[in-house]
């Protein structure tokens, strides 16, 4: 298998450290350089506790792309810089995978825009873990028989965004196969402002954020006496190393960009 190099922005971070075990763990991988604007200079694989890996932290991505030549960019950082880095990642040839989560509509489809003009793979994926995307793609499918749907998404509380990536992900992929109705009586009054949740297209999207939490979704769908549930938990970081190594692969055969995993699998 062709080796690839790989840059991590965010590799101090929660998602970054495991990104960076994968690497290690990964043959045909190679670390360039990790990104901390607080660990700048020193050893990754020191700082991770892996042992020398012999690839330093920098204190940015345009750090990064200039003085490592890399294959791809893992980024797992904040709304805030992602599309930054996706752009200055293509800009320099450096294929993006990013996972960072906050990026709307519009901005996935300039980057879409960019990486054609371009002919760049990249890849966005909401959720890595493989149990994630297959709750999605079923919850879209029995969206078509069972329109009346809530989405509940649960998450650690250090999260940033909320709604959830993938439960913006789930809502576009319910509401692409749903028959869209008003949900819930006509004359429903909130009593407290937020209680009936996020509205996306008639249908609800639910964010708890508690400590022991990692990352957990339920779709649940009504119908005349019955009732459809369907759970995915992330119950550690590592749930989403198999997603983030196939597509570190798979975005070296791509010439544009790819928003979801289940565009990648074959399911
Ligand atoms: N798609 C998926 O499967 C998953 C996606 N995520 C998403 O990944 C992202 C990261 O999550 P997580 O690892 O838990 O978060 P962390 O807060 O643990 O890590 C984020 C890292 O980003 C870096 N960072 C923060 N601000 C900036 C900035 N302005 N410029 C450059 N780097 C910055 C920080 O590094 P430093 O301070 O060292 O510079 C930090 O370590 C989130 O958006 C989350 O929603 C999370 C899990 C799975
Ligand atoms: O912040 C997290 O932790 C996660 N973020 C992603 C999201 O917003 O959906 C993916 C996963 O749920 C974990």
Known sequence: ??????????????????????????NHFTLACGVSRSQAGKDVGEVVGV??????????VEEALTQFPADVMVDFTTPHVVQKHMELAIEAGVRPVVGTSGLGEQEIQELKQTCKDRRMGAI?????????VLMMVFAAQAAKYMPHVEVIEMHHDQKLDAPSGTSVKTAELIAANRQEIKQGHP??????????????????IHSVRLPGLVAHQEVLFGGAGQLLTIRHDSLNRESF???VKLAVEKVMELDHLVYGLENILDL
């Open 51 to 60: 042992g020398k890996m012999n690839a330093p932290f920098v204190r940015s």
């Open 187 to 204: 004359e429903e009054k909130e009593m407290i402002t937020g209680a009936r949740g996020a509205d996306y297209q008639g249908f609800r």
């Open 1 to 26: 298998m062709m080796s690839i190099r790989v840059i991590v922005a965010g590799a101090n971070g929660r998602m970054g450290l495991e990104v960076v075990k994968l690497i290690q763990q990964t």
């Open 241 to 243: 190393m198999p997603g």
């Open 124 to 132: 966005i994926a909401p959720n890595f873990a493989i149990g994630a």
